[in-house]
Protein backbone atom coordinates (compact mmCIF):
# COMPACT_ATOMS: atom_id res chain seq x y z
CA UNK A 1 0.00 0.00 0.00
CA UNK A 2 1.21 3.45 -0.81
CA UNK A 3 1.54 6.23 1.42
CA UNK A 4 -2.03 8.13 0.08
CA UNK A 5 -3.20 4.74 1.12
CA UNK A 6 -2.22 4.50 4.68
CA UNK A 7 -2.97 8.04 4.87
CA UNK A 8 -7.02 7.36 3.51
CA UNK A 9 -7.53 4.53 6.04
CA UNK A 10 -5.88 5.88 9.15
CA UNK A 11 -8.15 9.33 8.07
CA UNK A 12 -11.23 6.86 7.86
CA UNK A 13 -10.19 5.16 11.16
CA UNK A 14 -10.24 8.53 12.71
CA UNK A 15 -13.02 9.75 11.52
CA UNK A 16 -14.86 6.72 12.42
CA UNK A 17 -13.72 6.84 16.12
CA UNK A 18 -14.96 10.21 16.12
CA UNK A 19 -18.09 10.19 14.60
CA UNK A 20 -19.29 6.55 16.78
CA UNK A 21 -19.74 7.99 20.09
CA UNK A 22 -21.84 10.70 18.35
CA UNK A 23 -24.31 7.91 16.48
CA UNK A 24 -24.10 5.58 19.49
CA UNK A 25 -24.97 8.71 21.58
CA UNK A 26 -28.06 9.99 19.25
CA UNK A 27 -29.14 6.46 19.19
CA UNK A 28 -29.53 6.80 22.75
CA UNK A 29 -30.89 9.69 22.90
CA UNK A 30 -33.58 9.05 20.10
CA UNK A 31 -35.14 5.69 20.61
CA UNK A 32 -38.68 6.96 21.49
CA UNK A 33 -40.52 4.49 19.92
CA UNK A 34 -38.78 1.48 21.70
CA UNK A 35 -40.09 3.33 24.84
CA UNK A 36 -43.67 3.39 23.46
CA UNK A 37 -43.80 -0.77 22.66
CA UNK A 38 -42.87 -1.28 26.06
CA UNK A 39 -45.43 1.02 27.35
CA UNK A 40 -48.21 0.07 24.72
CA UNK A 41 -47.38 -3.64 25.80
CA UNK A 42 -47.82 -2.86 29.61
CA UNK A 43 -50.93 -1.32 28.79
CA UNK A 44 -52.30 -3.58 27.18
CA UNK A 45 -51.63 -5.84 29.60
CA UNK A 46 -53.16 -3.45 32.04
CA UNK A 47 -50.45 -2.46 34.44
CA UNK A 48 -50.22 1.23 33.26
CA UNK A 49 -52.87 3.52 32.24
CA UNK A 50 -53.01 7.24 31.25
CA UNK A 51 -55.79 9.39 29.19
CA UNK A 52 -53.69 9.20 26.15
CA UNK A 53 -53.07 5.62 25.71
CA UNK A 54 -56.09 4.30 23.81
CA UNK A 55 -54.95 7.18 21.42
CA UNK A 56 -51.42 5.97 21.65
CA UNK A 57 -51.58 2.05 21.68
CA UNK A 58 -55.26 1.46 20.21
CA UNK A 59 -56.20 4.26 17.65
CA UNK A 60 -52.53 5.03 16.80
CA UNK A 61 -53.36 8.50 16.42
CA UNK A 62 -50.04 9.90 17.36
CA UNK A 63 -47.47 10.14 15.09
CA UNK A 64 -43.53 10.42 15.97
CA UNK A 65 -41.92 12.85 14.07
CA UNK A 66 -38.02 14.18 14.67
CA UNK A 67 -36.14 13.81 18.17
CA UNK A 68 -35.54 17.16 20.17
CA UNK A 69 -33.72 15.26 23.07
CA UNK A 70 -30.99 16.87 24.70
CA UNK A 71 -29.78 14.10 27.33
CA UNK A 72 -30.67 10.76 27.39
CA UNK A 73 -32.53 10.48 30.18
CA UNK A 74 -35.25 12.69 28.48
CA UNK A 75 -36.53 11.95 25.50
CA UNK A 76 -38.04 14.73 23.74
CA UNK A 77 -40.15 14.22 20.07
CA UNK A 78 -42.55 16.45 17.93
CA UNK A 79 -45.33 15.13 16.19
CA UNK A 80 -49.24 15.16 15.52
CA UNK A 81 -51.95 14.12 17.35
CA UNK A 82 -55.21 14.54 15.10
CA UNK A 83 -53.76 16.86 13.21
CA UNK A 84 -52.79 19.10 16.10
CA UNK A 85 -48.58 19.56 16.63
CA UNK A 86 -47.68 17.92 19.57
CA UNK A 87 -44.44 17.94 21.73
CA UNK A 88 -43.90 14.39 23.80
CA UNK A 89 -42.00 13.81 26.05
CA UNK A 90 -40.85 11.23 28.88
CA UNK A 91 -38.11 11.44 31.72
CA UNK A 92 -36.65 7.79 31.73
CA UNK A 93 -36.50 7.93 35.68
CA UNK A 94 -40.45 7.48 35.55
CA UNK A 95 -39.97 3.60 35.31
CA UNK A 96 -38.22 3.48 38.32
CA UNK A 97 -40.88 5.60 40.24
CA UNK A 98 -43.56 2.97 38.54
CA UNK A 99 -41.13 0.21 39.56
CA UNK A 100 -41.27 0.84 43.46
CA UNK A 101 -45.32 1.47 42.97
CA UNK A 102 -45.72 -2.12 41.97
CA UNK A 103 -47.23 -3.41 44.58
CA UNK A 104 -50.53 -0.90 44.75
CA UNK A 105 -53.16 -2.83 44.21
CA UNK A 106 -56.90 -2.32 42.74
CA UNK A 107 -57.90 -3.44 46.70
CA UNK A 108 -56.05 -0.22 48.06
CA UNK A 109 -55.94 2.05 45.06
CA UNK A 110 -57.94 4.53 46.39
CA UNK A 111 -56.45 5.02 49.71
CA UNK A 112 -53.14 5.16 48.66
CA UNK A 113 -53.92 7.39 45.77
CA UNK A 114 -55.52 10.10 47.92
CA UNK A 115 -52.80 10.05 50.48
CA UNK A 116 -50.22 10.33 47.68
CA UNK A 117 -52.20 13.17 46.29
CA UNK A 118 -52.73 15.23 49.58
CA UNK A 119 -48.46 14.11 50.31
CA UNK A 120 -47.25 15.75 46.86
CA UNK A 121 -49.73 18.69 47.19
CA UNK A 122 -48.48 19.91 50.28
CA UNK A 123 -44.70 19.15 49.05
CA UNK A 124 -45.03 21.77 46.39
CA UNK A 125 -47.73 24.20 47.62
CA UNK A 126 -47.56 23.33 51.52
CA UNK A 127 -50.74 24.33 53.94
CA UNK A 128 -52.16 26.46 50.89
CA UNK A 129 -56.23 27.75 51.29
CA UNK A 130 -56.87 26.23 48.06
CA UNK A 131 -54.79 22.94 47.94
CA UNK A 132 -57.36 20.80 48.48
CA UNK A 133 -59.72 21.57 45.43
CA UNK A 134 -55.96 20.87 44.21
CA UNK A 135 -56.11 17.14 45.24
CA UNK A 136 -59.50 17.39 43.52
CA UNK A 137 -58.03 18.20 40.49
CA UNK A 138 -55.43 16.09 40.29
CA UNK A 139 -57.73 13.23 41.04
CA UNK A 140 -59.94 13.84 38.59
CA UNK A 141 -56.44 13.44 35.79
CA UNK A 142 -55.49 10.89 37.59
CA UNK A 143 -58.73 8.99 36.87
CA UNK A 144 -57.11 7.89 33.47
CA UNK A 145 -59.90 6.67 31.45
CA UNK A 146 -62.25 9.28 32.90
CA UNK A 147 -65.12 6.45 34.66
CA UNK A 148 -65.53 8.02 38.30
CA UNK A 149 -63.27 5.10 39.52
CA UNK A 150 -59.64 5.09 40.63
CA UNK A 151 -57.76 1.38 39.82
CA UNK A 152 -54.48 -0.12 40.64
CA UNK A 153 -53.07 0.63 37.46
CA UNK A 154 -54.20 4.15 37.04
CA UNK A 155 -52.86 4.92 40.73
CA UNK A 156 -49.44 3.42 39.74
CA UNK A 157 -48.62 5.37 36.73
CA UNK A 158 -50.19 8.80 38.02
CA UNK A 159 -48.33 8.64 41.22
CA UNK A 160 -45.12 8.12 39.48
CA UNK A 161 -45.92 10.56 36.75
CA UNK A 162 -46.76 12.66 39.48
CA UNK A 163 -42.97 12.59 41.10
CA UNK A 164 -41.84 14.75 38.30
CA UNK A 165 -42.31 18.30 38.20
CA UNK A 166 -42.82 18.90 34.81
CA UNK A 167 -45.74 17.29 33.99
CA UNK A 168 -47.34 18.11 37.48
CA UNK A 169 -46.60 21.44 36.94
CA UNK A 170 -47.89 21.62 33.09
CA UNK A 171 -51.19 19.57 34.85
CA UNK A 172 -51.76 22.76 37.84
CA UNK A 173 -50.87 25.63 35.27
CA UNK A 174 -52.86 24.27 32.27
CA UNK A 175 -55.60 27.10 32.77
CA UNK A 176 -52.46 29.62 32.59
CA UNK A 177 -52.15 31.12 28.87
CA UNK A 178 -48.60 31.25 29.55
CA UNK A 179 -47.58 27.63 29.83
CA UNK A 180 -47.71 25.08 27.28
CA UNK A 181 -51.28 23.06 27.12
CA UNK A 182 -51.16 19.56 28.60
CA UNK A 183 -52.79 17.49 26.59
CA UNK A 184 -52.41 14.10 28.40
CA UNK A 185 -50.09 11.14 29.08
CA UNK A 186 -49.75 7.32 29.36
CA UNK A 187 -47.65 6.13 31.54
CA UNK A 188 -44.75 8.21 31.81
CA UNK A 189 -44.65 9.73 28.56
CA UNK A 190 -46.91 12.98 28.38
CA UNK A 191 -48.05 14.85 25.31
CA UNK A 192 -48.40 18.68 25.46
CA UNK A 193 -48.91 21.39 22.78
CA UNK A 194 -45.56 22.53 20.39
CA UNK A 195 -45.27 26.42 19.99
CA UNK A 196 -43.84 27.64 16.22
CA UNK A 197 -41.29 29.39 17.35
CA UNK A 198 -38.80 29.27 20.21
CA UNK A 199 -37.01 32.34 21.56
CA UNK A 200 -33.63 31.35 21.64
CA UNK A 201 -33.77 30.49 17.96
CA UNK A 202 -35.45 33.69 16.98
CA UNK A 203 -33.76 36.16 19.13
CA UNK A 204 -30.67 34.44 20.25
CA UNK A 205 -27.43 33.64 18.28
CA UNK A 206 -28.60 31.83 15.64
CA UNK A 207 -31.83 33.43 14.49
CA UNK A 208 -34.73 31.61 12.52
CA UNK A 209 -36.37 34.14 9.97
CA UNK A 210 -39.54 35.42 10.61
CA UNK A 211 -42.84 33.23 9.04
CA UNK A 212 -43.32 33.21 5.64
CA UNK A 213 -47.38 33.85 6.34
CA UNK A 214 -48.86 31.96 3.12
CA UNK A 215 -47.38 28.51 4.30
CA UNK A 216 -48.81 26.92 6.98
CA UNK A 217 -47.23 26.64 10.54
CA UNK A 218 -45.57 22.86 10.45
CA UNK A 219 -45.15 22.62 6.53
CA UNK A 220 -42.20 20.82 5.91
CA UNK A 221 -41.58 23.28 3.13
CA UNK A 222 -41.84 26.22 5.83
CA UNK A 223 -39.68 24.54 7.53
CA UNK A 224 -37.05 23.78 5.11
CA UNK A 225 -37.20 27.47 4.01
CA UNK A 226 -36.38 29.02 7.20
CA UNK A 227 -33.75 26.88 7.78
CA UNK A 228 -32.03 28.02 4.37
CA UNK A 229 -32.44 31.96 5.40
CA UNK A 230 -31.17 31.21 8.59
CA UNK A 231 -28.30 29.64 7.08
CA UNK A 232 -28.37 33.18 4.51
CA UNK A 233 -28.28 35.06 7.82
CA UNK A 234 -25.84 33.96 9.93
CA UNK A 235 -23.43 33.52 6.56
CA UNK A 236 -24.81 37.83 5.72
CA UNK A 237 -23.39 38.35 9.60
CA UNK A 238 -20.63 36.46 8.79
CA UNK A 239 -19.60 38.46 5.39
CA UNK A 240 -19.87 41.36 7.15
CA UNK A 241 -18.02 41.09 10.15
CA UNK A 242 -15.72 39.44 7.66
CA UNK A 243 -15.50 42.67 5.96
CA UNK A 244 -14.89 44.72 8.76
CA UNK A 245 -12.26 43.35 9.74
CA UNK A 246 -10.62 43.35 6.38
CA UNK A 247 -11.71 46.94 5.12
CA UNK A 248 -11.33 48.60 8.77
CA UNK A 249 -14.71 50.19 8.11
CA UNK A 250 -16.95 48.51 10.44
CA UNK A 251 -19.50 51.72 10.85
CA UNK A 252 -19.46 52.18 7.29
CA UNK A 253 -20.55 48.92 6.76
CA UNK A 254 -24.34 49.55 6.27
CA UNK A 255 -23.29 51.21 3.19
CA UNK A 256 -23.85 48.03 1.17
CA UNK A 257 -26.84 48.45 1.01
CA UNK A 258 -28.47 45.10 -0.02
CA UNK A 259 -26.58 43.56 3.11
CA UNK A 260 -28.30 46.01 5.26
CA UNK A 261 -31.70 44.97 3.54
CA UNK A 262 -30.96 41.56 3.54
CA UNK A 263 -30.23 41.12 7.15
CA UNK A 264 -33.22 43.44 8.64
CA UNK A 265 -35.64 41.41 6.49
CA UNK A 266 -34.67 38.44 8.30
CA UNK A 267 -34.68 39.85 11.98
CA UNK A 268 -36.99 40.97 14.55
CA UNK A 269 -38.49 43.77 14.31
CA UNK A 270 -37.76 46.41 17.40
CA UNK A 271 -41.55 46.32 17.40
CA UNK A 272 -41.30 42.49 17.73
CA UNK A 273 -38.52 42.78 20.61
CA UNK A 274 -41.02 44.56 22.70
CA UNK A 275 -43.68 42.79 22.34
CA UNK A 276 -41.74 39.63 23.57
CA UNK A 277 -40.23 41.44 26.37
CA UNK A 278 -43.77 42.60 27.77
CA UNK A 279 -44.89 39.19 26.78
CA UNK A 280 -42.39 37.65 28.98
CA UNK A 281 -42.71 39.33 32.21
CA UNK A 282 -46.47 38.60 31.64
CA UNK A 283 -45.34 34.80 31.91
CA UNK A 284 -43.80 35.56 35.11
CA UNK A 285 -45.97 37.46 37.02
CA UNK A 286 -49.02 34.48 35.35
CA UNK A 287 -47.34 31.55 36.11
CA UNK A 288 -47.46 32.54 40.16
CA UNK A 289 -50.68 34.00 39.61
CA UNK A 290 -52.72 30.51 40.10
CA UNK A 291 -54.96 29.33 43.28
CA UNK A 292 -52.53 27.18 45.18
CA UNK A 293 -49.20 29.72 45.37
CA UNK A 294 -46.47 31.27 43.64
CA UNK A 295 -44.01 29.76 41.48
CA UNK A 296 -40.71 30.04 40.48
CA UNK A 297 -38.68 29.31 37.04
CA UNK A 298 -35.84 28.54 37.85
CA UNK A 299 -33.67 27.68 33.94
CA UNK A 300 -34.93 30.76 32.73
CA UNK A 301 -32.93 30.78 30.00
CA UNK A 302 -34.36 31.91 26.36
CA UNK A 303 -34.71 28.45 24.77
CA UNK A 304 -37.16 27.65 27.36
CA UNK A 305 -39.56 30.42 26.15
CA UNK A 306 -41.82 29.81 23.07
CA UNK A 307 -44.08 32.33 21.29
CA UNK A 308 -47.00 31.30 19.86
CA UNK A 309 -48.83 32.23 16.86
CA UNK A 310 -50.24 35.63 18.07
CA UNK A 311 -47.17 36.71 20.10
CA UNK A 312 -47.41 35.49 23.45
CA UNK A 313 -44.83 33.95 25.17
CA UNK A 314 -45.63 30.28 26.72
CA UNK A 315 -42.88 28.56 28.79
CA UNK A 316 -42.14 25.22 27.29
CA UNK A 317 -39.50 23.60 29.86
CA UNK A 318 -40.87 23.29 33.22
CA UNK A 319 -39.06 20.73 34.64
CA UNK A 320 -37.13 23.69 37.48
CA UNK A 321 -40.11 25.54 37.48
CA UNK A 322 -41.15 25.15 41.60
CA UNK A 323 -43.46 26.82 43.80
CA UNK A 324 -41.91 28.86 46.17
CA UNK A 325 -42.69 26.55 48.99
CA UNK A 326 -41.04 23.65 47.84
CA UNK A 327 -38.15 25.93 46.39
CA UNK A 328 -37.67 27.16 49.87
CA UNK A 329 -37.49 23.44 51.48
CA UNK A 330 -35.14 22.23 48.88
CA UNK A 331 -32.69 25.13 49.49
CA UNK A 332 -33.06 24.98 53.40
CA UNK A 333 -32.30 21.28 53.56
CA UNK A 334 -28.87 22.03 51.82
CA UNK A 335 -25.63 22.20 53.52
CA UNK A 336 -22.99 24.92 52.75
CA UNK A 337 -19.47 26.42 53.36
CA UNK A 338 -20.54 29.46 51.27
CA UNK A 339 -22.40 31.15 48.90
CA UNK A 340 -21.59 29.31 46.21
CA UNK A 341 -23.39 25.97 47.05
CA UNK A 342 -27.10 27.75 47.62
CA UNK A 343 -28.85 26.81 44.55
CA UNK A 344 -32.02 24.75 43.46
CA UNK A 345 -32.40 24.68 39.75
CA UNK A 346 -29.76 26.09 37.86
CA UNK A 347 -27.26 27.94 39.43
CA UNK A 348 -27.78 31.31 37.94
CA UNK A 349 -31.82 31.04 38.65
CA UNK A 350 -32.69 30.72 42.16
CA UNK A 351 -29.72 31.06 44.35
CA UNK A 352 -29.55 32.16 48.00
CA UNK A 353 -26.59 31.93 50.48
CA UNK A 354 -25.25 30.23 53.21
CA UNK A 355 -25.82 30.60 57.03
CA UNK A 356 -22.72 29.61 58.28
CA UNK A 357 -23.58 29.83 61.44
CA UNK A 358 -26.69 26.91 60.97
CA UNK A 359 -24.34 25.42 58.22
CA UNK A 360 -27.59 25.69 55.80
CA UNK A 361 -28.78 27.73 52.98
CA UNK A 362 -31.46 30.82 53.85
CA UNK A 363 -34.65 29.69 52.40
CA UNK A 364 -35.22 32.63 50.57
CA UNK A 365 -33.84 33.95 47.27
CA UNK A 366 -31.32 36.88 46.16
CA UNK A 367 -33.47 37.20 43.11
CA UNK A 368 -36.71 36.39 41.14
CA UNK A 369 -37.56 35.52 37.83
CA UNK A 370 -38.17 39.39 37.27
CA UNK A 371 -34.62 39.83 37.66
CA UNK A 372 -33.59 37.43 35.36
CA UNK A 373 -35.50 38.66 32.68
CA UNK A 374 -35.43 42.71 32.81
CA UNK A 375 -30.91 42.31 33.83
CA UNK A 376 -30.12 38.97 31.69
CA UNK A 377 -32.49 38.24 29.06
CA UNK A 378 -33.49 41.86 27.87
CA UNK A 379 -29.81 43.18 26.86
CA UNK A 380 -29.58 39.82 24.48
CA UNK A 381 -33.08 39.93 23.17
CA UNK A 382 -32.24 44.51 22.46
CA UNK A 383 -28.69 43.50 21.94
CA UNK A 384 -26.58 46.03 20.20
CA UNK A 385 -25.08 48.44 19.10
CA UNK A 386 -25.66 46.57 16.23
CA UNK A 387 -23.03 47.03 13.18
CA UNK A 388 -25.47 46.34 10.65
CA UNK A 389 -28.59 48.54 11.56
CA UNK A 390 -28.50 50.93 9.02
CA UNK A 391 -27.14 54.33 9.49
CA UNK A 392 -29.05 56.92 11.67
CA UNK A 393 -30.74 53.97 13.24
CA UNK A 394 -30.09 55.01 16.94
CA UNK A 395 -29.43 51.80 18.80
CA UNK A 396 -27.30 53.56 21.56
CA UNK A 397 -30.38 55.16 22.78
CA UNK A 398 -31.76 51.79 23.29
CA UNK A 399 -29.25 49.56 24.47
CA UNK A 400 -28.69 52.37 27.13
CA UNK A 401 -32.28 52.58 28.25
CA UNK A 402 -32.01 48.97 28.47
CA UNK A 403 -29.02 48.62 30.49
CA UNK A 404 -30.53 51.75 32.63
CA UNK A 405 -33.26 49.59 33.25
CA UNK A 406 -31.46 46.36 34.11
CA UNK A 407 -29.95 48.60 37.26
CA UNK A 408 -33.47 49.64 38.00
CA UNK A 409 -34.68 45.78 38.03
CA UNK A 410 -31.44 45.18 40.26
CA UNK A 411 -33.16 47.30 42.80
CA UNK A 412 -36.36 45.66 42.86
CA UNK A 413 -36.61 43.47 46.20
CA UNK A 414 -37.42 39.73 46.06
CA UNK A 415 -41.71 39.89 47.25
CA UNK A 416 -43.24 36.92 48.30
CA UNK A 417 -46.88 37.69 47.61
CA UNK A 418 -49.28 38.08 44.27
CA UNK A 419 -49.53 41.99 44.81
CA UNK A 420 -46.11 43.03 45.25
CA UNK A 421 -45.15 40.66 42.28
CA UNK A 422 -48.04 42.53 40.22
CA UNK A 423 -46.88 46.03 41.63
CA UNK A 424 -43.30 45.19 40.56
CA UNK A 425 -43.93 43.69 36.74
CA UNK A 426 -46.23 46.75 36.33
CA UNK A 427 -43.25 48.94 37.03
CA UNK A 428 -40.74 47.59 34.91
CA UNK A 429 -43.27 47.23 31.85
CA UNK A 430 -44.46 50.65 32.22
CA UNK A 431 -40.64 51.68 32.01
CA UNK A 432 -39.98 49.46 29.03
CA UNK A 433 -43.18 51.25 27.64
CA UNK A 434 -41.31 54.69 27.74
CA UNK A 435 -38.25 53.44 26.46
CA UNK A 436 -40.10 52.15 23.57
CA UNK A 437 -42.09 55.40 22.63
CA UNK A 438 -38.83 57.16 23.40
CA UNK A 439 -36.52 54.57 21.06
CA UNK A 440 -39.67 55.01 18.43
CA UNK A 441 -39.49 58.69 18.27
CA UNK A 442 -35.23 58.78 17.96
CA UNK A 443 -35.83 56.77 14.68
N1 LIG B 1 -43.56 22.86 23.42
C1 LIG B 1 -42.57 22.96 22.54
N2 LIG B 1 -42.75 23.55 21.34
C2 LIG B 1 -41.75 23.65 20.45
N3 LIG B 1 -40.51 23.19 20.66
C3 LIG B 1 -40.25 22.58 21.83
C4 LIG B 1 -41.26 22.43 22.83
N4 LIG B 1 -40.72 21.77 23.87
C5 LIG B 1 -39.43 21.53 23.56
N5 LIG B 1 -39.14 22.00 22.33
C6 LIG B 1 -37.83 21.94 21.65
O1 LIG B 1 -37.05 20.91 22.24
C7 LIG B 1 -35.90 21.46 22.89
C8 LIG B 1 -35.63 20.75 24.21
O2 LIG B 1 -36.78 20.83 25.04
P1 LIG B 1 -36.71 21.19 26.58
O3 LIG B 1 -37.99 20.83 27.18
O4 LIG B 1 -36.25 22.61 26.75
O5 LIG B 1 -35.63 20.17 27.12
P2 LIG B 1 -34.23 20.35 27.82
O6 LIG B 1 -34.48 19.81 29.18
O7 LIG B 1 -33.36 19.49 26.99
O8 LIG B 1 -33.85 21.80 27.81
C9 LIG B 1 -36.21 22.94 23.07
O9 LIG B 1 -35.06 23.73 23.06
C10 LIG B 1 -37.08 23.23 21.86
O10 LIG B 1 -36.29 23.48 20.73
C1 LIG C 1 -35.54 13.19 35.31
O1 LIG C 1 -35.93 12.87 36.60
C2 LIG C 1 -34.86 12.73 37.54
C3 LIG C 1 -35.45 12.24 38.83
O2 LIG C 1 -36.49 13.08 39.29
C4 LIG C 1 -34.14 14.07 37.68
O3 LIG C 1 -33.06 13.95 38.57
C5 LIG C 1 -33.65 14.50 36.31
O4 LIG C 1 -33.07 15.78 36.41
C6 LIG C 1 -34.80 14.53 35.30
N1 LIG C 1 -34.27 14.81 34.00
C7 LIG C 1 -34.60 15.92 33.33
C8 LIG C 1 -33.95 16.11 32.03
O5 LIG C 1 -35.42 16.70 33.76
C1 LIG D 1 -45.46 -0.49 48.77
O1 LIG D 1 -44.08 -0.68 49.13
C2 LIG D 1 -43.47 0.44 49.74
C3 LIG D 1 -42.03 0.11 50.03
O2 LIG D 1 -41.42 -0.42 48.90
C4 LIG D 1 -44.20 0.82 51.01
O3 LIG D 1 -43.63 2.00 51.57
C5 LIG D 1 -45.66 1.06 50.70
O4 LIG D 1 -46.37 1.33 51.89
C6 LIG D 1 -46.27 -0.13 50.00
N1 LIG D 1 -47.62 0.20 49.63
C7 LIG D 1 -48.61 -0.61 49.80
C8 LIG D 1 -49.93 -0.09 49.40
O5 LIG D 1 -48.46 -1.72 50.23
C1 LIG E 1 -55.39 21.98 29.12
O1 LIG E 1 -55.89 23.16 28.51
C2 LIG E 1 -56.19 23.00 27.13
C3 LIG E 1 -56.57 24.37 26.58
O2 LIG E 1 -57.42 25.04 27.44
C4 LIG E 1 -57.28 21.97 26.96
O3 LIG E 1 -57.55 21.78 25.59
C5 LIG E 1 -56.81 20.66 27.57
O4 LIG E 1 -57.85 19.70 27.50
C6 LIG E 1 -56.41 20.86 29.02
N1 LIG E 1 -55.82 19.64 29.50
C7 LIG E 1 -56.28 18.97 30.53
C8 LIG E 1 -55.55 17.74 30.91
O5 LIG E 1 -57.26 19.33 31.16
C1 LIG F 1 -17.94 56.63 6.29
O1 LIG F 1 -17.70 56.81 4.93
C2 LIG F 1 -17.67 58.18 4.51
C3 LIG F 1 -17.46 58.23 3.03
O2 LIG F 1 -17.98 57.12 2.39
C4 LIG F 1 -16.57 58.93 5.24
O3 LIG F 1 -16.58 60.30 4.89
C5 LIG F 1 -16.77 58.79 6.73
O4 LIG F 1 -15.71 59.39 7.44
C6 LIG F 1 -16.89 57.33 7.13
N1 LIG F 1 -17.23 57.23 8.56
C7 LIG F 1 -16.54 56.51 9.40
C8 LIG F 1 -17.01 56.55 10.81
O5 LIG F 1 -15.64 55.77 9.07
C1 LIG G 1 -53.57 34.35 22.05
O1 LIG G 1 -54.58 33.42 21.74
C2 LIG G 1 -55.09 32.73 22.87
C3 LIG G 1 -56.07 31.72 22.39
O2 LIG G 1 -55.91 31.40 21.06
C4 LIG G 1 -55.74 33.71 23.83
O3 LIG G 1 -56.15 33.03 24.99
C5 LIG G 1 -54.73 34.75 24.23
O4 LIG G 1 -55.33 35.73 25.03
C6 LIG G 1 -54.14 35.40 22.98
N1 LIG G 1 -53.10 36.30 23.42
C7 LIG G 1 -53.01 37.54 22.93
C8 LIG G 1 -51.87 38.33 23.45
O5 LIG G 1 -53.75 37.97 22.11
C1 LIG H 1 -28.71 31.50 60.73
O1 LIG H 1 -28.81 30.39 61.56
C2 LIG H 1 -28.93 30.71 62.93
C3 LIG H 1 -28.84 29.41 63.73
O2 LIG H 1 -29.71 28.43 63.24
C4 LIG H 1 -30.25 31.46 63.15
O3 LIG H 1 -30.40 31.81 64.49
C5 LIG H 1 -30.24 32.71 62.28
O4 LIG H 1 -31.47 33.40 62.37
C6 LIG H 1 -29.95 32.37 60.82
N1 LIG H 1 -29.74 33.59 60.07
C7 LIG H 1 -30.38 33.85 58.95
C8 LIG H 1 -30.03 35.11 58.25
O5 LIG H 1 -31.24 33.08 58.48
C1 LIG I 1 -28.56 58.59 19.99
O1 LIG I 1 -28.86 58.45 21.38
C2 LIG I 1 -27.89 58.99 22.24
C3 LIG I 1 -28.26 58.64 23.68
O2 LIG I 1 -29.54 59.04 23.96
C4 LIG I 1 -27.80 60.51 21.99
O3 LIG I 1 -26.83 61.10 22.83
C5 LIG I 1 -27.45 60.76 20.53
O4 LIG I 1 -27.49 62.15 20.25
C6 LIG I 1 -28.45 60.05 19.59
N1 LIG I 1 -28.00 60.18 18.24
C7 LIG I 1 -28.84 60.43 17.22
C8 LIG I 1 -28.22 60.47 15.87
O5 LIG I 1 -30.03 60.61 17.39
MG1 LIG J 1 -34.75 23.52 27.88
Redesign the pocket.
Known sequence: MDARGVKGITIAIVVAVLVMPFIYHKHLKCNMSAIVNQVCSEYKAGIVSGSLCSDLCEQNSIHLGKCLSTVTDKKIYDGDWKGMQVIVKVNMSWFEEFE??K???DN?AV??FEKELQSRVSTLFGDCPRCGELALLLATLGDGNSDGVVIGSEARTFISLLQFIEPTMLMILNDSKHTVDFYGYCGGLYALEKVPKVVSKEFGAHWEPVDISFLSYGDPFQEMLNEFLGGVRNAVIFAMQYCCAVLNDALNLTRYHIFATLFQMLSPSKREKFELAYSMLDATLEISNNPYGLVRQCDGHLGNFGITNNASVKIIDLDLTYPHVFLKTLLEQKKCVSDEECWAGNSEGCFSLCNTSSGFCTPTTVVQGVHIICEVLFPIIFRGPNILEPQGHNTTFLTKAISKLGLFCSKLPVVNSIEDLRREILAVKRRLKTIEIRSSKKC
Do not use: E, G
Request: hydrophobic share 25%; net charge positive; glycine share 0%.
Open positions: KRNITHAS
